[in-house]
């Protein structure tokens, strides 16, 4: 069994559930995510992988159940726009606006929290300060992945690798204290899986908590601190990625792993 942290956990969710129409989707997950967790959630197709980071990052709205971050729980009055800073999300078909330039793409949501943030405190910080400031951050996350050359190309003129690790430097720039990745290989060519994977470890490795919905065994295997199993909307294994690979117990996960690795 996996040794819990003391402290309270950055994510909790309680009973969480999701249906659509007569289908449900998440049937009852309970789970703690503490801050600087790599929690790799793996499942076939239909699981709920991808509901459940969506009720997390409030795209979809729980039928039941309770979502807490950092001890606060989400209700109908909830920031969702303050809480979405905290929690950068990757989708799997990159989601960048086609008609704008790299940069604009990167600073759009940035720049927006930014104005969010000094209507609500009131700050006294001009709009061409901000717009400034997030400009010069965007290029040093740009030069980090080797794509600062890219700032004015359009979405359109990029590989599919270098539009997934622009998305990812897109989140990264609102400051989240966790990362959501939802298959964010899936859409990608074999060869550009890679260079996604290393920025993606990168992370991990300077201590992001992120939750990752892959059908990527092997990152699971090297960058999880922890892998969830989903069946049927529900989490069915809970373990570091030795016992989940190594000595798996339930039976339906067995089956999983047998046809997947």
Known sequence: MQEKSTKEPLIKTVGLKKSFGELCVLDGVSVDIFEGEKVVVIGPSGSGKSTFLRCLNRLETPTDGAIYFEGNELTPTTDLEEYRKKMGM??????????????????????????????????????????????????????????????????????????????????????????????????????????????????????????VVTHEMRFAREVATRVLFMDAGKIVADGPPESIFGAPKDERLKSFLAKVL
């Open 90 to 211: 990757v989708f799997q078909h990159f989601n960048l606006f086609p008609h704008l330039t790299v940069l604009k793409n990167i600073t759009l949501a940035a720049v927006e929290a930014r104005l969010h943030e000094k209507k609500k405190k009131k700050l006294k910080i001009s709009k061409r300060q901000i717009k400034a400031e997030e400009k010069a951050r965007a290029m040093k996350l740009l030069t980090r992945i080797g794509l600062q050359d890219k700032a004015d190309a359009y979405p359109s003129t990029l590989s599919g690798g270098q539009k997934q690790r622009i998305a990812i430097v897109r989140a990264l720039a609102v400051g989240p204290k966790v990362m959501l990745f939802d298959e964010p290989t899936s859409a990608l060519d074999p060869e550009m899986v890679g260079e996604v994977l290393s920025l993606m470890k990168e992370l991990a490795d300077e201590g992001m908590t992120m939750i």
